[in-house]
């Protein structure tokens, strides 16, 4: 009928209608209301005005985006329409009045508009203790676990998956059943697997719970993990919580099997699934979801942890969640909206934020040239946005009596180029696409800086961040041109598509020149393509100069979920590859068979200061800095790890 003529414009390109007899369905179709491009039309048969209220302010909740109608027959009288004062406001032009040909009543049309929004809202939070847990406003629980710990905690007579949500130990819980078919049925490969059932919820509901029943998800880690990978396979983790198809609203997550060791990959992985930046205009761009994680052993019980140091364990959980989703988010940004000077604006807000330990500084534009930073100068004097070298510093604000010489010095190092078209070695257009992620070394250092100083961790913490756009211009370096970096080499430029190695070479130069006894230099950068080759999509490739330094950040790879793997340290045997006629080096190999990934890293290595006597590692992380088109926030769990911060 509705597609039909007899009812007048607005309602003639109506893509889906729905019949709603009760209430409590509204929340449960306008769910479906997210998903749509097109117009939808809802006859309610129950209209009145506390309905309409009802409806609208769910209509509210879930931010929809698509203009939809709404044919209200009331048993009794006209609903009485209001406008919610959500941030998706609900338009109601009294204008729109069309006769209802199936009755006396009205159908009035409400447009519900949202701007687009630069980050999703959605809020985190973590815990030990399953008594903080609120089943009565949950719509959603999901449990993961490897499937052995799954069903073993079902079959306990203690505490079983009912009381996981909600159900009393010892009480009758009807479906029992239905989750011994779940765990039956679900499969658990090398990827996971995962299953979902909609059950009657097992307790009293609280008022804004959307209604009687509850999202089960099971989601099943890899029984066996190689000694490469996280016991907790923290990628398959993230896979599966994505695939659990998130909603708005409240979601309980409850990891089994988990531990103090653990608590950081974990979090680590949660947020990963959960990705922040959108300029969607329709769809489900809007996700407004709060979700509690729960951290038990692997029989459902507390973690156990020393008495007075859960909260430091809480606290890495939420810096870390925090990181990556700062991490993230700047990978996601357009080249459009993260200029370097954009970015420099984030770097500066969080330096205010934190401004009790952290200093902040740049040098911008000219003065890089003037000062000598001839590498991060000529990669982005052609844009319309100067380059620029973000320097924080923070020392911790207490000591715990320890003396500040005590104290290790660590700088972290980003590459930050915000687009990267190769310059004037032009990229092509499809190998151009995604470019704008070449500054996820820069993101996750800064997001690993930011949490390690929430964290208060007991480290001096430079960081460094070489923020350029290799963009193309009349201004352009260009192959051929001889640069003067500074660390005082010259280099010949035979690939200006090699840039990332350039602002590099003088962000460890800086570091290595001007913090004082500095222990280790970290530098991070999705420098090369050659190491998805050697190392793959999610284990980074690391060089370091000693073998302690390797061991340290493959360990802390391991422990965070942000895997590494070493790649060959031979600097003697590979430097000939830069060899330049007419300069100290080039800056692109001739041989690109011959292990480019350590080449690269070595060529950032030869501009540290001859009086550095630290330790250096290089992480090479261009392919698990993103999956499926996003960012992944990888590096920050990485950070964190190496500096050893608590769930690690």
């Known amino acids: 009928v509705l597609k039909g003529k007899m009812f007048p414009h607005p309602f003639q390109n109506i893509s889906k209608t729905y019949l709603i007899s009760k209430p409590h369905s509204s929340r449960h179709f306008m769910k479906e209301l997210i998903g749509a491009t097109a117009s939808v039309a809802l006859i309610h048969s129950f209209a009145t005005a506390t309905h309409f209220q009802s409806v609208s302010t769910t209509l509210s909740n879930l931010r929809v985006q698509t203009s939809s109608h709404f044919a209200f027959a009331p048993n009794r009288k006209r609903p009485s329409f209001y406008s919610s004062s959500r941030s998706s406001s609900i338009n109601i032009d009294p204008n729109l009045l069309v006769t209802n040909p199936l009755g006396k009543s009205r159908i009035r049309k409400i447009m519900c508009k949202s701007e687009s929004t630069l980050m999703n809202a959605r809020e985190i939070s973590h815990t030990f203790d399953p008594e903080d847990v609120d089943h009565s406003t949950a719509d959603s629980i999901v449990i993961i676990g490897k499937k052995s710990v799954l069903k073993d905690i079902h079959e306990s007579k203690e505490r079983d998956i009912g009381t996981l949500l909600g159900v009393q130990p010892g009480e009758s819980f009807s479906d029992a059943g239905v989750i011994s078919a779940m765990l039956r049925d679900v499969k658990a490969g090398p990827s996971g697997g995962s299953t979902s059932a909609y059950l009657k919820r097992p307790i009293q509901k609280a008022e804004d719970a959307a209604d009687d029943y509850l999202k089960l998800s099971l989601c099943v880690l890899p029984a066996e993990v190689s000694r490469n990978n996280h016991e907790m396979s923290p990628h398959v983790l993230t896979d599966l919580l994505k695939s659990s198809k998130l909603e708005n609203g409240n979601m309980i997550v409850y990891i089994l099997g988990a531990s103090t060791e653990n608590v950081g990959a974990l979090s680590s992985a949660i947020a990963k699934a959960l990705p922040l930046f959108s300029r969607k ?119 715990d009596g320890k003396g500040l010489d005590d104290l290790e010095s660590v700088a972290l190092v980003g590459k930050g180029i915000v687009y990267d078209t190769g310059g004037l070695a032009l990229k ?79 962000g460890v130069a800086h570091v290595s020149k001007h913090v004082e006894n500095l222990d280790l230099i970290v530098d991070m950068a999705t420098l090369t393509g050659a190491q998805l080759i050697a190392t793959g999509k999610k284990h980074a490739g690391v060089l370091a100069n000693t073998r302690s330094a390797e061991q340290r950040v493959f360990d802390a790879g391991l422990k965070s979920g942000d895997l590494t793997y070493p790649l060959l340290y031979a600097p003697e045997l590979l430097k000939k590859e830069f060899a330049s006629k007419v300069a100290d080096m080039k800056n692109s190999v001739k041989d690109r068979g011959n292990a480019q990934s350590s080449c690269a890293g070595h060529f950032i290595e030869a501009h540290i200061d001859a009086n550095f006597k630290g330790e250096w590692i290089h992480v090479d992380m261009a392919g698990p800095c993103t999956k499926d088109e996003r960012g992944t926030g990888y590096g920050v769990a990485l950070v964190l790890s190496i500096l050893n911060a608590p769930g690690f």
């Open 281 to 399: 205009t329709t769809g489900k761009s809007d996700i407004d979801l709060k979700i509690n994680v729960c951290f038990l052993d692997s029989k459902s019980n507390r973690v156990s942890i020393e008495e007075g140091s859960a909260a430091d364990y809480i606290a890495s959980a939420d810096a870390v969640a925090e990181g990556v989703s700062l991490a993230s988010r700047l990978v996601d940004m357009p080249p459009n909206h993260l200029t370097t000077d954009k970015f420099a604006t984030e770097c500066r807000d969080i330096a205010e934020c934190l401004s009790n330990c952290v200093t902040f500084d740049e040098i911008v534009g000219e003065e890089l040239k003037e000062k000598g930073y001839g590498g991060v100068y000529h990669v982005g004097k052609a844009a319309e946005c100067p380059p620029r070298l973000i320097i924080m510093n923070y020392t911790p604000p207490s000591l």
């Open 428 to 506: 092509t257009k499809t190998g151009m696409c995604g470019m704008k992620h070449d500054m996820g070394g820069s993101a996750g250092v800064l997001g690993g800086f930011y949490a390690a100083v929430k964290l208060g961790l007991q480290k001096k913490i430079t960081l460094t961040l070489c923020l350029a756009e290799n963009a193309i211009g009349s201004g352009s370096f260009r192959n051929d041109d001889i640069l003067r970096l500074y660390s005082g080499k010259t280099c010949e430029i035979n690939n200006t598509d090699a840039e990332g190695r350039l602002v590099l070479a003088d």
